[in-house]
């Protein structure tokens, strides 16, 4: 995979928003003085997904929709987003 597919993917998950795991360890010294995990802690949360990505995603990879694009406000730009991502979803369930 080259660096603007790599590019191209991270836009559209930061677009659409995504689940991320986040992991805290703490250590201990044990009688030895060498450090031991004492516990670990894995949490998992969800990041929105950012309207600024959308507008640059939709810009940069769907030129023939740039145009109407640059013409919304960012309020019109999140109605779509909210659209688009009900349709995902929809689809998403459908597939289940």
Avoid: F
């Avoid at 836009?11 to 030895?32: I, P, R």
């Amino acid at each position: 995979m080259d660096d603007e597919e790599k590019i191209r993917k991270a836009l559209l998950k930061k677009a659409l928003g995504y689940m991320a795991s986040e992991t805290v360890e703490e250590y201990v010294l044990d009688e030895n003085g060498q450090e031991k995990l004492a516990k670990r802690k894995v949490t998992k949360k969800h990041v929105s997904p950012d309207i600024a990505a959308v507008r640059v995603y939709l810009e940069r990879y769907n030129t023939d929709l740039a145009d109407s694009i640059r013409g919304m406000s960012d309020e019109e730009l999140l109605a779509e987003q909210t659209r688009l991502l009900k349709l995902l979803k929809e689809e998403y369930d459908g597939n289940l």
